[in-house]
């Protein structure tokens, strides 16, 4: 269906539209008019006064022809007869001028030129008659009727062909009046009639722009509140319309939206409120799985600190023999050194002097062992799991005490490189001292495992792995015969051993490396090949600010 | 000298109309024998004879004045007793009146016996003879001529 729409341009266009409309039926209306009282005028200037002209004359030319005849026949002069033939030519003349003007009718205009020449001949003739003084017989008498009816007759046709275009004139003159009233009477009609309905028409133009602008903005005020139950109608049919109805839709949309939204936030309220009640059965859950977590990383630190306390144990255990000798060489000294006082006080040979200066090794002696005691009950005693600053020297110093004479007696040469005044570290004295005691004893395990008649060799380095001291690394090369590369990959994994049953428990390494990564260091195989095998073990170094 | 001519003559003229002042009427009006009418003034002869009244007061028929011939004494002698005018007057006035499409002058006879002739045969008609005439050859009627009233 084809609907036509009256739109914003058409009502703007409308206004000049029908306001050169009416001027265009004005000025028709007025062309009209004036054509037809120019073409009246035109009548009368053509015909009717060149009518009235030739009339004039006509009847002037009659009546000097009569006037010359008179005198003529007055006179009784024939010559003066030739003016009166002048005056008729003329008149003939003026005769054809007139039968070219349409006012004349040019049958009876014949008729009058005919009646003319009886006239003129009968008076012509009556004339010289007189002028001979013939007498007025019958015949004479008759003639002279006739002419006087001739003569009469022309001038009453005369008279009346004038008054006939006098009253022409004044008639197309009151018809042309006529319509000069009649035109600015319909003109004033028209302008009127237009004003009135140019006024209505931009009324209703006005009114069909403003209305459904206005009912627009209400309507716009209206969603602006938030009211969008209203619907909104324009019924204007233009482009006011359109936006109305794209406003319309736009109110239906956000209404839908916002009852969408709202159910949405029903949803989203009804969902929080069982999530929450999820949330909290779960968190109740958690709370309870992170309690047993608690309890069973509890459980796994004392494991593992029991796992690191028989690691040690055994290392002890395997230390024994070799304390057994760190305590021997002392214990040999103080009875080598007694037995020797007593020889002396039995010869009677030695002074008081010379007696205090032999004490003087055992005391030294003892203190050492002491100290050895002491350090293996510190050492055995179950670590706290404290972390504090301490040297790393110091660190491997104190190692040595346990396994030094040891390494001796297993003919092995201990070259430590150790630069004074290295960056602290944060950790476990004991814990860290069970990693290195491990990496030498398993040194000099694979030392001894070589065998060879060559002294074995083991290297202990110290040193600031990075510039700016993040590291500190402890490097301890055996001279052994390496590790095969199978091998490798498990060194790290508890109770894995090479040695011989009863010899190694397997969690040395496994506990050193768990160890380590609880320092949030590294212990790794830097090197390992037939002549020896490198490891690594990095700390993170007490950067002091 | 044409002038002085002119003059002598209404002289000659006026002692002669002195002279025949008192005279009995040299001449008879006549009219047709049905004409009701039977006095008539001069006023009222010269009237109709100029055809300034076309038809006769009682019948309503038209008047036919016929007159003498232009040389006549006898119209002359009318010419001065009815319309106390010369007849170059009255010629002159017929001429205009001809011209002018107006009337035409009566008709003229040539002698006393056609007019009683034509007056005798033509009803409405009027006319004057000589007193010397014989008229009661003819059936017409002769007028009284009256003093103006």
Redesign the interface.
């Known amino acids: 269906m084809m609907f036509k729409q009256v739109t914003l341009k058409h009502k703007i266009l409308m206004l000049p539209c029908f306001a050169l409309g009416a001027l265009l039926l004005l000025f028709l209306v007025s062309q009209f008019f004036m054509e037809r009282n120019t073409a009246l005028l035109a009548h009368i200037e053509s015909s009717f006064v060149p009518a009235l002209e030739v009339g004039r004359d006509l009847a002037q030319r009659l009546t000097e022809i009569?006037?010359s005849?008179?005198d003529a026949?007055?006179a009784a002069d024939e010559e003066r007869l030739f003016k009166a033939d002048s005056l008729y030519d003329e008149f003939l003349q003026l005769f054809e001028r007139g039968q070219k003007n349409p006012f004349f009718n040019a049958k009876k205009l014949e008729q009058l030129n005919r009646e003319f020449q009886e006239y003129y001949v009968l008076?012509r003739k009556?004339s010289l008659h007189?002028i001979e003084?013939r007498?007025?017989?019958?015949d004479l008498?008759g003639e002279?009727?006739t002419?006087?009816e001739r003569?009469?007759s022309v001038?009453a046709q005369l008279q009346s062909k004038t008054s006939q275009a006098k009253e022409d004139v004044s008639t197309s003159f009151a018809a042309a009046l006529r319509n000069s009233r009649r035109s600015a009477m319909i003109m004033n009609v028209i302008i009127i009639s237009c004003t009135l309905l140019f006024g209505g028409v931009s009324f209703y133009i006005s009114r069909s722009i403003t209305s459904p602008l206005s009912d627009l903005v209400k309507a716009t005020d209206r969603i602006a509140q938030g009211d969008l139950t209203q619907k909104i109608v324009v019924r204007s049919g233009d482009e006011v319309a359109v936006l109305g109805n794209a406003m319309e839709r736009m109110r239906v949309e956000r209404k839908h939206v916002e009852e969408a939204l709202k159910q949405a936030h029903e949803e989203l309220e009804r969902r929080v409120e069982e999530r929450t009640s999820q949330l909290v059965e779960i968190n109740k859950q958690m709370k309870r799985e992170i309690e047993e977590r608690k309890r069973a990383e509890k459980s796994l630190k004392s494991a593992q600190a029991q796992l690191i306390q028989s690691g040690k144990l055994a290392s002890i255990g395997e230390l024994a023999a070799g304390i057994a000798h760190e305590l021997n060489q002392p214990l040999m000294v103080i009875r080598t050194t007694g037995q020797f006082i007593r020889r002396s006080l039995d010869k009677g040979t030695v002074g008081v002097d010379a007696l205090k200066e032999h004490f003087e090794p055992i005391d030294r002696n003892t203190r050492r062992m002491m100290n050895i005691i002491n350090h293996l009950r510190a050492f055995s005693r179950q670590s706290q799991g404290e972390f504090s600053p301490l040297n790393v020297n110091r660190l491997i110093e104190e190692s040595f005490l346990m396994i030094e004479e040891q390494l001796r007696l297993h003919n092995i040469e201990v070259q430590k490189n150790l630069p004074p005044n290295p960056p602290k570290v944060l950790g476990d004295m004991n814990q860290l001292e069970q990693v290195v005691l491990n990496l030498l004893t398993n040194a000099r395990d694979a030392i001894e495992a070589k065998g060879g008649k060559e002294p074995g060799q083991i290297e202990i380095v110290s040193r600031v792995f990075s510039d700016d001291n993040a590291w500190v690394e402890i490097l301890i090369k055996d001279s052994g015969d390496g590790i095969s590369e199978d091998t490798l990959e498990n060194i790290f994994d508890p109770f894995f051993t090479t040695k011989e049953v009863g010899k190694g428990t397997g969690l040395g390494l496994s506990i050193s490396y768990g160890i380590i990564r609880e320092h949030q260091g590294v212990i790794e195989v830097a090197e390992t090949s037939p002549k020896g095998t490198t490891f690594r073990v990095r700390l993170p170094g007490l950067i002091e600010t | 000298m044409k002038y002085k001519l002119l003059f002598i003559t209404c002289v000659l003229l006026s002692i002669n109309s002195l002279l025949f002042a008192e005279e009995i009427e040299t001449f008879y009006v006549i009219v047709h024998a049905s004409n009701p009418h039977s006095k008539l003034t001069k006023e009222e002869i010269s009237i109709l004879f100029l055809k300034k009244i076309t038809r006769w007061k009682e019948t309503n028929e038209l008047v036919y004045p016929v007159?003498q011939?232009?040389n006549s004494s006898l119209r002359e002698e009318f010419s001065r007793d009815v319309h106390q005018k010369k007849i170059s007057a009255i010629k002159?006035y017929w001429?205009?009146q001809?011209?002018?499409?107006?009337?035409?002058?009566?008709?003229?006879k040539?002698s006393d016996q056609e007019v009683l002739k034509y007056v005798e045969q033509k009803s409405g008609a009027i006319g004057y003879v000589s007193a010397s005439v014989d008229i009661h050859e003819y059936e017409v009627k002769v007028i009284d001529l009256i003093e103006k009233e």
């Open positions: 009569q006037r005849m008179q026949v007055a008076a009556t007189l003084g007498s007025l017989d019958e008498i002279l009727e002419m006087r003569y009469n001038k | 007159d011939l232009k002159a001429q205009q001809i011209f002018s499409g107006r009337e035409v002058p009566p008709m003229e040539a």
